[in-house]
């Protein structure tokens, strides 16, 4: 069974920052293409950020670029966002998205901003 384990969320202030981390289990993650969307509350899903397997190609959203940095470590199966300099804007459910499995969703981690 596929599986992805969002941790690593809080309360921030803004200015601060946050490590994410998205266990997977159930396949091996060296094999996906992996991506971190968020969703902030009313709104619909946005996608922040794109990582590919061999971690060559990277993408960012512009409202995130040069803030986010999003990496991952094959050997444990799990993908990084690192977020600097947050703003109120960021707050959302975060979620981490593998390409090869776009149907299953983790619990999500909630990201909060605001002094």
């Known amino acids: 069974e596929v599986q992805l384990v969002e941790s690593g969320g809080g309360l921030v202030q803004p200015g601060g920052s946050l490590r994410l981390s998205c266990v997977a289990s159930?396949?091996?993650?060296?094999?996906?293409?992996m991506n971190w969307a968020r969703q902030a509350p009313g709104k619909g899903l946005e996608w922040v950020s794109t990582i590919r397997s061999d971690g060559r190609s990277i993408a960012y959203a512009d409202s995130v670029k040069g803030r986010f940095t999003i990496s991952r470590n094959n050997t444990v199966n799990t993908l990084y966002l690192q977020m600097n300099s947050l703003s109120p804007e960021d707050t959302a459910v975060y979620y981490c998205?593998?390409?090869?499995?776009?149907?299953?969703r983790g619990q999500g981690t909630q990201v909060t901003v605001s002094s």
């Open positions: 159930g396949f091996n993650l060296s094999n996906s293409q």
């Open positions: 998205i593998a390409s090869s499995f776009p149907r299953t």
